[in-house]
């Protein structure tokens, strides 16, 4: 079954559910295995170039949120590459399931603040495979001729009922929560009860539990995970919304900025699967 292309959006579907793919910041914005979905966008997203807007999976690259793990002064939070549109170059969709794969490079990116800081060759590619049970995300970043520090994350909003949502996985891991500015480790099943921004020093697969079943999220070749809610009142959402979603995000921030060589490539991935 062939994927439905619109001007911004890649829809592929099949019996098994449906995958979207906005072009701009290659966003997945829907990932619906049997008509089910898993990922939140907020009432008023309004995708344009030069900006994020909250929901789906954002890529943020090549810095993460303020640039904890640069050296140098970020001028916006998340990135560049999530603020211009990717190139389709293979899209398949059948009944069993759909791979999709887009790109970007720094050419695309340099009329923005903060790209004159990275090569100008840097690469981005991102494979993406949706069936009726998991979602995987694959992310490669290449630097062909130069050295240079990198940040990547990827930035699930997932559609959690949070008074019912347990977190398991993070167990025994260190982190500082932004929201408040406390240190501690994290407790064996984390219950979602107010404002979050836990900036966590591993990666470990976790487990995302609510009233209607529950989502696993597994990285690869990350080192840094988040959890992150704005709690019940915050004037970015609309009212409500702030119940509807979690973030589980993945990648390599802080401490675990990635050191790439020159002709090196560095592969961050996440696996969504239902339960």
Do not use: K
């Not at 490669?140 to 008074?163: C, G, N, W």
């Not at 977190?167 to 929560?177: S, V």
């Not at 992150?228 to 589980?248: H, K, S, T, Y």
């Amino acid at each position: 079954m062939p994927a439905t292309v619109s001007a911004d959006v890649h829809r592929l579907s099949g019996r098994w559910g449906r995958l979207d793919m906005h072009a701009l910041g290659a966003t997945v914005t829907s990932w619906a295995p049997g008509g089910v979905e898993q990922i939140f966008t907020c009432e008023d997203a309004e995708p344009s170039p030069g900006r994020m807007w909250h929901g789906g999976i954002p890529i943020c690259a090549p810095w993460f949120g303020s640039g904890m793990g640069l050296d140098w002064e970020v001028p916006f939070r998340h990135g560049l590459v999530s603020r211009v549109a990717w190139q389709v170059v293979h899209s398949t969709s059948g009944d069993d399931g759909a791979t999709i794969v887009l790109r970007t490079d720094a050419r695309s990116t340099r009329h923005l603040a903060g790209s004159d800081r990275f090569p100008a060759d840097l690469g981005y590619e991102l494979r993406a495979e949706a069936d009726a049970r998991e979602l995987a995300l694959s992310l490669t970043i290449t630097s062909p001729t130069q050295p240079t520090r990198i940040e990547a994350m990827f930035h699930p909003y997932l559609a959690v009922d949070v008074p019912t949502a347990r977190l398991a996985g993070l167990g025994g891991i260190e982190y500082r929560d932004f929201s408040d500015g406390t240190e501690g480790v994290e407790v064996a099943s984390l219950r979602v009860d107010g404002a979050l921004d836990r900036v966590y020093a591993a990666a470990a697969p976790a487990t995302v539990t609510d009233a209607s079943g529950s989502l696993e999220v597994v990285p690869e070749g990350a080192a840094t995970a988040v959890v992150w809610n704005p709690g019940i009142v915050d004037g970015r959402f609309a009212a409500g919304e702030g119940q509807r979603f979690l973030c589980m995000e993945f990648g390599n921030a802080a401490a675990g900025a990635v050191d790439l060589p020159a002709g090196g490539s560095h592969r961050l991935g996440i696996r969504l699967t239902r339960a």
